[in-house]
């Protein structure tokens, strides 16, 4: 098997209402790579670059991997769209589904968190609480925005709204310091929250651990290096980890993590991607031991997934694909109508 060609297609998904009404341009500031490889055997491979990926850096990677076997190339080497159309295209040469490929599968369904936007109001957090819960997510994640008492009214309005029946995930969107957090902290107590994500700035790992004295709810970083890992772990800085990275990298921090007794979630596609970055984050899921907790496969915020059949989640758990490659087929209909370029080798 041979590489032979590529297409592809820029689109601008706009986001669901809530969102988009406080981030109308940004799809089409930021459009999303998606691409299909193509094969001499007429396999052909399906990837996603996510928000903001550069048509032409494709392109001019790409370049280097015409004629070649893609069993014989270690997809991790490229950049995301081409990693996973390589992970894909291997899959459908050997009748593997893609966690094959990554190592051992820990489970059938891959957790998943809800989320809405940073400057939604009290009353529209609420709304989306109800629509999450309503739709069996057991964790909701908010970023915060400027306003200190903005955090503390929309979790309270979220426990009006459902009560516990969500847990609740606060990604500092905005600079806190470590004084405004104990304070926050102390007017959630009782509420019903997961974590605080990046609370204050990393460039001291001992002002974590601090904070972690201090008080009592749980604390993760964002990262995306072994490096990182490691450092969280020796400043015993976190309780949790949120881990952006390709596959190979996500197994060193796993190893690395679940040694010292932290679970993490998986931010792979977040709100950047639609249902392929997500489905193939998902397989990334099954593999990681210790991504216990609900993972960023925000796809649903988009107000299609580009998918058909589209990729479901129920009750707060997207199954693991188990067809070969990464298991789900492109809406090619729906790929032209958000179509806002186009490129082909």
């Known amino acids: 098997m041979k590489i032979q060609g590529i297409e592809v297609f820029v689109v601008a998904v706009p986001y669901t209402p809530v969102i988009r009404k406080y981030r109308p341009k940004e799809p089409y500031e930021q459009p999303d790579p998606i691409i299909r490889i193509k094969t001499d055997e007429e396999i052909v491979g399906i990837g996603e670059s996510g928000r903001g990926g550069n ?178 772990v020796k400043a015993d800085a976190v309780d949790y980890l949120n881990v952006s990275a390709k596959p190979r990298t996500v197994a060193a921090i796993s190893a690395i993590s679940d040694a010292a007794g932290i679970p993490l979630w998986l931010q792979i596609c977040g709100v950047s991607g639609t249902g392929l970055l997500s489905a193939f984050s998902i397989h990334i899921g099954a593999v990681t031991k210790n991504a216990i907790l609900p993972g960023d496969n925000l796809h649903f915020v988009r107000e299609d997934d580009l998918l058909n059949p589209h990729l479901e989640v129920k009750e707060g758990f997207a199954e693991v694909p188990e067809k070969p490659g990464i298991g789900v087929e492109l809406d090619l209909e729906a790929l032209k109508r958000y179509e806002v370029a186009h490129y082909s080798l």
């Open 55 to 232: 048509a032409q850096a494709i392109l001019q990677q790409f370049r280097s991997i015409i004629g070649k076997d893609p069993l014989e190339l270690y997809p991790d080497d490229y950049e995301s769209g081409i990693m996973q159309a390589l992970y894909d295209l291997q899959g459908k040469a050997l009748g593997w589904p893609v966690y094959r490929l990554l190592g051992r599968k820990f489970r059938d369904r891959v957790p998943v968190a809800y989320w809405t936007v940073e400057r939604a109001t009290p009353e529209e957090t609420a709304s989306e609480a109800q629509v999450a819960v309503q739709r069996g997510f057991k964790v909701m994640k908010f970023h915060t925005n400027p306003i200190e008492e903005n955090t503390v009214a929309r979790v309270r309005a979220i426990h009006e709204a459902v009560g516990d029946r969500i847990a609740i995930r606060i990604d500092r969107g905005y600079p806190w310091d470590l004084p405004m957090v104990v304070k926050i902290a102390r007017q959630l107590k009782g509420y019903n929250i997961e974590c605080f994500e990046d609370p204050i700035p990393r460039n001291d790992p001992r002002l974590y651990r601090l904070l972690r004295e201090k008080i009592d709810i749980p604390l993760a970083w964002h990262i995306g290096s072994m490096r990182d890992a490691l450092l969280a």
